[in-house]
C-alpha cells in the first residue's frame, strides 16, 4: 500500500496536469507549437498510459488497459507531428484520463486491488516515486508547449515600462578545492543515471556564485556576441548559420529597441537580475568565452550544490561542459531507454531546475540531459572561473 502522503501528491500531480489541458480548446490541445514538442493532450494521454503500463501490465501482468493505445502513447512508435491528429476529442481524453487516474490511485491505496508489494518494482515505494517524477517531467514539459504557443501567437507591440540594460559581469564565485567528493543518489528516489556514482576526483576551480542574468546576457549581445564568429565553436558557428538568431528563444524587441519576454501568459518586462534562459549550449558557450570563462563540469556543479553554497539554483537549468555519461556503476534501471540510448556523446547535461520544475525532480544528483541546439527547455548557465 502507498503511503497516504504519496497519494496525495499523486492527487495533486493529477490535477495540475488535468488543469493544464483543461484549460486549452479541443484545437490547441491537438496543436504541435514547436518541432521538438508533443501536443498537450498527447502528454496528458501519455501519463496515463504510462501508469498502466507499469502499475497493470508490469506488475499485476494485465495489459488490458495498454494494448490498444501502445503504439500511440510510446514515444519510440508515434512521430511528434502524428500524434495530435490521432487524439481523440479533448472531452473524451480529459473524462477517460481523470477517470483512470482516479483507478490507478485507488489500486495503489490498495482498495481496488492489489499490487505486490515484493515486486522489484513496489519495494521501498520505488514506483511510485518512479510515476511522480515521470509526470513532473511532462507538467515541465507542458509549460514549455505553452511558452511556444505564446510566442507563436504574439502579433501586437509590446511596450516595456522598463528597458533593459546591459550590467557588468559579476564574477563572484565559488571556490571548489582539489579532492574526492560524493556524486550521485540513491534509491528508491534517484533515476539509474544517478546512482552507482561512487565519489569523483575533481580538480580545483571556482563555480560562479549566481547563474548570468539576463542583464548581464544583453552585455554579451551588445557586444556583437551572435556576430563575432571568433567566440563560437565550429558546431556554434554551423548552426548559427542556419539559425540566425540575436537573443534567447523567447526575447523580442519593441519599436524603440526595447527588450522584453514573452511567457505562459503573455509578453512582459525582463528583469535585470533573473537568470537569463532560452539558450542553448552553443550560446551559452559562446558567452563563457566572451566573459574569459567556462562553463562548469557537472560533477562540479553537483559537489558545490551539496554543500549549498549556490546562490539562485533553481530557476534556470543551467548548461553544463560535459557530454551525459553513464557512471562507473550504471546499470539500466527500470528499462534501458530511460539514460542508456542518450550517452550518445551528442547529449549534454544540464543541472538545477527551472522554476517550472515541481519539487519531485529538484535535487542536486538530478541529470536533464539534452542535444546543444535545444532552446526551449528554459535553460541558462552558471560560468566557472
Same mark, same amino acid.
Given at each position: 500500500? =502507498?503511503?497516504?502522503?504519496?497519494? =496525495?501528491?499523486?492527487?495533486?500531480?493529477?490535477?495540475?496536469?488535468?488543469?493544464?489541458?483543461? =484549460?486549452?480548446?479541443?484545437?490547441?490541445?491537438? /496543436?504541435?507549437?514547436?518541432?521538438?514538442?508533443?501536443? +498537450?493532450?498527447?502528454?496528458?494521454?501519455? +501519463?496515463?498510459?504510462?501508469?498502466?503500463?507499469?502499475?497493470?501490465?508490469?506488475?499485476?501482468?494485465?495489459?488490458?488497459?495498454?494494448?490498444?493505445?501502445?503504439?500511440?502513447? /510510446?514515444?519510440?512508435?508515434?512521430?511528434?507531428?502524428?500524434?495530435?491528429?490521432?487524439?481523440?476529442?479533448?472531452?473524451?481524453?480529459?473524462?477517460?484520463?481523470?477517470?483512470?487516474?482516479?483507478?490507478?490511485?485507488?489500486?495503489?491505496?490498495?482498495?481496488? %486491488?492489489?499490487?505486490?508489494?515484493?515486486?522489484?518494482?513496489?519495494?521501498?515505494?520505488?514506483?511510485?516515486?518512479?510515476?511522480?517524477?515521470?509526470?513532473?517531467?511532462?507538467?515541465?514539459?507542458?509549460?514549455?508547449?505553452?511558452?511556444?504557443?505564446?510566442?507563436?501567437?504574439?502579433?501586437?507591440?509590446?511596450?516595456?515600462?522598463?528597458?533593459?540594460?546591459?550590467?557588468?559581469?559579476?564574477?563572484?564565485?565559488?571556490?571548489?578545492?582539489?579532492?574526492?567528493?560524493?556524486?550521485? #543518489?540513491?534509491?528508491?528516489?534517484?533515476?539509474?543515471?544517478?546512482?552507482?556514482? #561512487?565519489? !569523483?576526483?575533481?580538480?580545483?576551480?571556482?563555480?560562479?556564485?549566481?547563474?548570468?542574468?539576463?542583464?548581464?546576457?544583453?552585455?554579451?549581445?551588445?557586444?556583437?556576441?551572435? =556576430?563575432?564568429?571568433?567566440?563560437?565553436?565550429?558546431? %556554434?558557428?554551423?548552426?548559427?548559420?542556419?539559425?540566425?538568431?540575436?537573443?534567447?528563444?523567447?526575447?523580442?524587441?519593441?519599436?524603440?529597441?526595447?527588450?522584453?519576454?514573452?511567457?505562459?501568459?503573455?509578453?512582459?518586462?525582463?528583469?535585470?537580475?533573473?537568470?537569463?534562459?532560452?539558450?542553448?549550449?552553443?550560446? !551559452?558557450?559562446?558567452?563563457?568565452?566572451?566573459?574569459?570563462?567556462?562553463?562548469?563540469?557537472?560533477?562540479?556543479?553537483?559537489?558545490?550544490?551539496?554543500?549549498?553554497?549556490?546562490?539562485?539554483? %533553481?530557476?534556470?537549468?543551467?548548461? +553544463?561542459?560535459?557530454?551525459?555519461?553513464?557512471?562507473?556503476?550504471?546499470?539500466?534501471?527500470?528499462?534501458?531507454?530511460?539514460?542508456?540510448?542518450?550517452?550518445?556523446?551528442?547529449?549534454?547535461?544540464?543541472?538545477?531546475?527551472?522554476?517550472?520544475?515541481?519539487?519531485?525532480?529538484?535535487?542536486?544528483?538530478?541529470?536533464?540531459?539534452?542535444?546543444?541546439?535545444?532552446?526551449?527547455?528554459?535553460?541558462?548557465?552558471?560560468?566557472?572561473?
Amino acid at each position: 500500500m =502507498t503511503p497516504l502522503a504519496m497519494l =496525495t501528491q499523486f492527487r495533486a500531480l493529477h490535477r495540475h496536469l488535468l488543469g493544464v489541458v483543461g =484549460t486549452l480548446n479541443d484545437t490547441d490541445y491537438r /496543436q504541435q507549437y514547436h518541432f521538438d514538442l508533443s501536443p +498537450c493532450g498527447w502528454h496528458l494521454g501519455h +501519463c496515463l498510459w504510462v501508469e498502466n503500463h507499469w502499475l497493470r501490465a508490469i506488475v499485476q501482468g494485465d495489459a488490458r488497459r495498454t494494448r490498444a493505445d501502445a503504439r500511440y502513447y /510510446q514515444p519510440q512508435y508515434s512521430a511528434k507531428p502524428e500524434r495530435g491528429a490521432k487524439l481523440p476529442h479533448q472531452d473524451h481524453l480529459l473524462n477517460t484520463v481523470a477517470a483512470g487516474f482516479e483507478d490507478n490511485i485507488l489500486l495503489l491505496a490498495g482498495e481496488a %486491488g492489489q499490487l505486490d508489494p515484493k515486486h522489484p518494482l513496489m519495494v521501498d515505494n520505488y514506483l511510485p516515486l518512479f510515476l511522480l517524477q515521470h509526470h513532473s517531467q511532462h507538467l515541465e514539459t507542458l509549460r514549455m508547449v505553452l511558452t511556444q504557443r505564446a510566442l507563436s501567437r504574439h502579433r501586437n507591440a509590446f511596450h516595456p515600462q522598463t528597458r533593459l540594460r546591459p550590467s557588468v559581469l559579476a564574477r563572484d564565485a565559488i571556490p571548489i578545492a582539489s579532492g574526492d567528493y560524493p556524486i550521485g #543518489g540513491s534509491k528508491p528516489l534517484a533515476f539509474d543515471n544517478e546512482l552507482n556514482a #561512487g565519489s !569523483a576526483r575533481l580538480e580545483a576551480s571556482a563555480i560562479g556564485l549566481r547563474p548570468v542574468s539576463n542583464a548581464e546576457y544583453l552585455g554579451f549581445i551588445e557586444a556583437g556576441g551572435y =556576430t563575432d564568429m571568433n567566440l563560437w565553436e565550429d558546431d %556554434g558557428r554551423a548552426w548559427l548559420s542556419q539559425h540566425p538568431i540575436e537573443a534567447p528563444d523567447h526575447w523580442r524587441r519593441d519599436g524603440r529597441g526595447w527588450w522584453y519576454g514573452i511567457g505562459l501568459d503573455g509578453p512582459h518586462d525582463l528583469e535585470p537580475r533573473a537568470a537569463v534562459y532560452g539558450i542553448n549550449l552553443h550560446e !551559452a558557450r559562446a558567452f563563457a568565452r566572451w566573459a574569459q570563462a567556462t562553463l562548469p563540469h557537472e560533477l562540479a556543479w553537483e559537489t558545490a550544490a551539496r554543500q549549498g553554497r549556490l546562490s539562485l539554483a %533553481g530557476q534556470v537549468w543551467e548548461w +553544463c561542459d560535459n557530454t551525459f555519461f553513464p557512471y562507473a556503476g550504471f546499470k539500466p534501471f527500470p528499462y534501458h531507454e530511460y539514460s542508456a540510448p542518450w550517452f550518445d556523446s551528442a547529449h549534454y547535461t544540464l543541472r538545477g531546475a527551472s522554476r517550472f520544475t515541481p519539487a519531485h525532480t529538484r535535487r542536486p544528483s538530478f541529470r536533464n540531459f539534452h542535444t546543444a541546439d535545444k532552446r526551449h527547455i528554459f535553460a541558462g548557465m552558471r560560468l566557472s572561473f
